[in-house]
Nanobody, 118 residues
Framework: QVRLVESGGGLVQAGDSLRLSCAASGRTFSTYPMGWFRQAPGKERVFVAAISWSGLSTDYADSVKGRFTMSRDNAKKMVYLQMNSLKPEDTAVYYC???????????WGQGTQVTVSS
């Protein structure tokens, strides 16, 4: 079992940066690949970024490549999403998720709101 709590969201202007954090609990956190997803108003939740259990491999949605960076600190049980050059279309609720042994995202946080004004 993994419990996830996101933080760091807020209201920023276009071009600004923001760093989201995801605090995890659970003994086996370091074995879980992790992901960030987002859901804009009236839209489905979509993939943003993923990171391997070791942190050596990352993957990004095309819409955020070159602007967002995902990282993790297994010793602190933390996952981060550094977001630079934010755009109004990045406005969404951002969720942290852990991928379980069935290769599906089984554990989710409650989400943190990011609003980017133009």
């Amino acid at each position: 079992q993994v419990r996830l709590v996101e933080s760091g969201g807020g209201l920023v202007q276009a071009g600004d940066s923001l760093r989201l954090s995801c605090a995890a609990s659970g003994r086996t956190f370091s074995t879980y690949p992790m992901g960030w997803f987002r859901q804009a108003p009236g839209k489905e939740r979509v993939f943003v970024a993923a990171i391997s259990w070791s942190g050596l491999s990352t993957d990004y949605a095309d819409s955020v490549k070159g602007r967002f960076t995902m990282s993790r600190d297994n010793a602190k049980k933390m996952v981060y999403l550094q977001m630079n050059s934010l755009k109004p279309e990045d406005t969404a609720v951002y969720y942290c998720a852990a991928r379980g042994p069935e290769n599906t995202y089984d554990y989710w946080g409650q989400g943190t709101q990011v609003t980017v004004s133009s």
